[in-house]
C-alpha cells in the first residue's frame, strides 16, 4: 500500500486504495468522448493508469489502439482487447512512442512530488512527433466543496466525506462509494494545484498546455515545449 493511503470494502484492494470491485462497477462516462474528439482518429494511446479498462473498452470501440499500463495485476485482469502492461507508471520506460499519453483519474494530483515528476516525464518521453498528453485534472473546488454526495443514475451515492491537511500543501481526503448491496471507502493523498502550479509542473517535465478541453479546465491538452 502507497503511504497515506487505504482502501475498504468486498474484493482486492490496490496500493493506492482503489476496490477493483466499485471500479468494474462504475459506467461509463463522458470521458472517452472528450478523448476521442481531442486526438487523431485511430490513434495508439498509451493509458496510464488504466484500472479495469473503464475507457479502454470505450476507447477501443471508438477505433483507437491502446497498451493500458497499471500496477494493479487485479485490475488489469478486467481489461479486454488492449495490450497491457503491468507496473509503476513513474518508472515506465518502453523504448517506444504513441501518438497519445492519457493521464487521467486525477493522478497528477498525487501527493508525492517526486512520483508527480515521474509520472508526466514518462507521460513526455513515451510521445510520438506530433503526439500530445490528455491529463485530468480535479475540479477547482475538489477539495473545498467538502462534503459532498452524487447520486448516479445507475443507484449509488459516491460521496467525498472529508479533504484535511496532512503538511506540505498536501490533503488526506476520504472517498465513499454506497451501493445498495456494497459499500468501498479510499482514503488518499492529494495535492490540489492551482492554474499556475499545474502549468509550472508541467514546464518541468518540458510540457505546456495546447489547449485547456473543457470550461471546467479539468481536461487539458498538454504538448512538448520545442515542439509547438
Request: proline share 6%; charged share 25%; net charge negative.
Amino acid at each position: 500500500m502507497r503511504s497515506g493511503h487505504q482502501g475498504t470494502g468486498p474484493g482486492a484492494i490496490t496500493p493506492d486504495g482503489c476496490a477493483v470491485e466499485f471500479y468494474s462497477r462504475l459506467p461509463v462516462g463522458e470521458e472517452p468522448d472528450i478523448i476521442a474528439g481531442a486526438v487523431p482518429a485511430g490513434a495508439h494511446i498509451l493509458e496510464l493508469g488504466c484500472g479495469v479498462g473503464r475507457m479502454t473498452h470505450p476507447l477501443l470501440e471508438r477505433g483507437f489502439t491502446v497498451t493500458a499500463v497499471d500496477e494493479s495485476a487485479e485490475m488489469l485482469e478486467r481489461v479486454r482487447g488492449a495490450r497491457t502492461i503491468c507496473g509503476p507508471i513513474e518508472g515506465l520506460d518502453l523504448d517506444e512512442t504513441f501518438d497519445v499519453a492519457l493521464l487521467a483519474s486525477f493522478l497528477v494530483h498525487t501527493g508525492d512530488v517526486e512520483v508527480r515528476r515521474g509520472l508526466l516525464r514518462t507521460s513526455a518521453r513515451h510521445l510520438a512527433d506530433g503526439g500530445c498528453v490528455l491529463i485530468q485534472r480535479e475540479g477547482e473546488d475538489y477539495h473545498t466543496n467538502v462534503p459532498r454526495e452524487r447520486l448516479d443514475p445507475s443507484g449509488f451515492t459516491v460521496r467525498v466525506a472529508s479533504s484535511e491537511p496532512v503538511g506540505d500543501g498536501v490533503n488526506s481526503v476520504r472517498a465513499e462509494f454506497e451501493f445498495p448491496d456494497a459499500v468501498w471507502t479510499q482514503t488518499f493523498r492529494a495535492r490540489p494545484l492551482t492554474k499556475e502550479q499545474f502549468e509550472e509542473a508541467l514546464a518541468e517535465a518540458g510540457l505546456k498546455v495546447d489547449k485547456y478541453l473543457t470550461d471546467d479546465r479539468i481536461w487539458v491538452r498538454a504538448v512538448p515545449v520545442d515542439r509547438g
